[in-house]
């Protein structure tokens, strides 16, 4: 649990640290533009594969079978490594073509220096589908502290990267952090996994389960594709917005993730084995009222998170992301951006929940289907609202396609399994939405004083957090009034994880480079 919290904070710093030297300027966008492709990549083979392949290699090693489990691994790792040394050679060699299709809206010049990076960053796919395969056979092993460390290892090297190779380097010493923080999660893993000595250079391709890793596999790859398709039209529509937008929307959507990332994730993992036991119980009553706690729960974090980010978008911005070349037009242009994808966060975090819900009541069909069409919707919403709104019509369209999205699985789980508790559910989340509004419009009432900070960071970061202490202390006192039950709940499961010892959620011990 602690080096999941320290791969969040050192993840948010190497944000602070790449606008501090890069700000808005046409170079970050270049980059995040370049990391697109190998962003979809290896978020295909890491997310996917993993996904498919822990529940079969986990089967073998409960039936103690595990020369056959290692055989299928073994199988895997290797040709995976061969696949993608192929994948990346080749994206290599044709970054000269696609590059200009995702970034058609940027000038030669530009145009060039992102095909450069793109090759720079290719290897990296290889590293980071391997790293993510050797995490899932660690975590089947019940050893958790290599993979723990993949995170703090990508973020530490880019940061020193950055600090260090600025001045010499520019933009590139991002790549060149990016690379080397990348390889640093496969690097970190090794030891422990070479000393489980068990794997070899051995390919079965006959092995049996290899086509039961295969049906798995289908619908999680559509699935996945389907969440990297949307970051792909993003750029790609980004990039014809003026020199900014792209990287603004890459602090905004990392700023509005980061209590996803800690808190309705952790919800998610803890809930998901408790859904799945249940429903191979047909204890559909005990499903009900988990998905429904689950929510909750999330609502209790998202609903206060959206209005807190929408009454202090630009202190907030000021006091992280301020200084060195993220000057005052940059903080602009990222707080004017912030409250289209904040008001998003709910949505996001309710459909963490219901997909675990889907997949543990093993549907996944119907799961991968929504996913597919919000995308459609995404993309449609972004061709309508380009033209008028620029880059808050994309933030904004992410956030109706995400809302839309968990309507559908809303109504999927529903059908699955037989009703919830909707009554309670819609009660709990307006006195959750009464307490938020009272945090907000105190918030409101402290910015309308008119006080004014000096341009230090200290200065900027004191009124930020008094702010923000302030806004929490009023949120709670109101929860307390209005008697929401989740403010006890949520206490009691803070210190039962703590008295139990359990596991941090493994989504949040890998960082995406962009």
């Known amino acids: 649990m602690a080096a999941t919290l320290g791969s969040t904070l050192l993840g948010f710093l190497r944000e602070v640290i790449n606008a501090k030297y890069y700000g808005t300027q046409w170079q970050m966008d270049t980059f995040l533009a370049a990391a697109t492709v190998p962003t979809i990549l290896f978020g295909l083979f890491n997310g996917a594969l993993v996904t498919a392949l822990v529940p079969v290699f986990s089967e073998y090693l409960a039936r103690e079978d595990e020369a056959e489990a290692w055989r299928l691994a073994n199988t895997i790792v290797n040709m995976l490594g061969i696949l993608l040394v192929l994948l990346a050679t080749v994206g290599w060699l044709a970054a000269p073509y696609y590059v200009p299709i995702i970034a058609h809206g940027f000038a030669p010049a530009q145009m060039k220096l992102t095909i450069d990076m793109t090759r720079m960053l290719m290897p990296t796919i290889v590293a980071v589908s391997l790293s993510g395969v050797i995490s899932a056979m660690l975590n089947a092993y019940h050893r958790f502290r290599a993979a723990a460390m993949i995170g703090i290892a990508l973020n530490v090297a880019t940061i020193i990267c950055v600090v260090g190779l600025n001045r010499s380097l520019g933009i590139y010493a991002l790549v060149v952090g990016t690379l080397v923080g990348l390889f640093a999660q496969l690097i970190v893993q090794l030891p422990a996994f070479l000393s489980l000595r068990r ?8 092995h049996p389960g290899l086509q039961r890793l295969w049906m798995v596999l289908g619908p999680i790859i559509v699935g996945s594709a389907a969440g990297q398709i949307a970051l792909f039209f993003d750029r790609f529509f980004a990039s014809t917005l003026p020199p900014g937008y792209i990287a603004g929307m890459n602090y905004v959507t990392k700023l509005v993730n980061f209590p996803q990332q800690v808190f309705a994730a952790a919800i998610a993992t803890v809930i998901f084995p ?3 036991s249940q429903f191979a119980a047909e204890n559909r009553i005990g499903v009900r009222r988990s998905v429904v706690l689950g929510l909750r729960l999330v609502n209790f974090i998202a609903i206060p998170a959206v209005c807190a980010l929408i009454a202090l978008s630009t202190p907030m911005v000021s006091a992280l992301f301020q200084r060195g ?22 949505a996001l975090g309710a459909n963490v929940v219901l997909t675990r819900c889907c997949f543990a009541c093993k549907e996944t069909s119907w799961t991968v289907t929504i996913s597919v069409f919000a995308v459609l919707i995404n993309v449609v919403l972004s061709l309508i609202w380009l033209p008028s709104l620029g880059a808050r019509g994309l933030l904004l369209a992410n956030s109706v396609s995400q809302s839309i999205q968990a309507i559908l699985l809303f109504w999927l789980a529903w059908r699955l399994v037989g009703g919830l508790q909707l009554r309670k559910l819609a009660n709990s989340s307006m006195r959750i939405i009464g307490a938020s509004v009272v945090m907000m419009m105190a918030l409101h009432w402290i910015g309308a004083l008119g006080v004014h900070t000096d341009a230090s960071f200290a ?3 004191w009124f930020l957090v008094g702010q923000v202490a302030i806004g929490g202390m009023v949120f709670l006192g109101a929860a307390f009034l209005f008697r929401v039950e989740e403010l006890q709940l949520a206490a009691r499961f803070i210190l039962e994880k703590f008295e139990r010892n359990v596991l941090a959620p493994p989504e949040n011990r890998s960082a995406p480079i962009a």
Do not use: K, M, V
């Open 459 to 461: 200065s900027r970061a």
């Open 199 to 206: 794997f070899r250079f051995e390919i079965d391709i006959h």
């Open 274 to 276: 408790l859904l799945a």
């Open 325 to 346: 070349n993220f000057g005052p037009a940059a903080t602009l242009l990222t707080s004017s951006l912030l409250p289209y994808s904040a008001i998003g966060l709910i």
